[in-house]
């Protein structure tokens, strides 16, 4: 198997391409975004912050990503 294959994910109602096993935990790092302002929905389900390093993302998943903005 090839190691440059890449799996097919929608995050916020973008396609974009990952690399296989990767986890949410890895996608929020290699997105820079601060993990502890962020929420993710995976296929429609929310993922609690302790589940992130163990959940991998599977071809054909569907992701939301919110992040928490400060403000007053």
């Known amino acids: 198997m090839s190691t440059n294959q890449q799996i097919q994910v929608t995050i ?15 996608l ?9 302002r ?5 296929d429609r389900r929310i993922v609690k912050p302790h589940d992130w390093a ?3 993302i599977t071809g054909g998943a569907r992701l939301e990503i919110v992040q928490f903005v400060g403000g007053g």
């Open 28 to 36: 929020l790092d290699s997105l820079e975004l601060d993990p502890a």
């Open 38 to 42: 962020v929420a993710v929905e995976l």
């Open 54 to 56: 163990a959940t991998e």
């Open 12 to 26: 916020n109602g973008e396609p974009r391409a990952l690399p296989p096993g990767q986890t949410i935990r890895q």
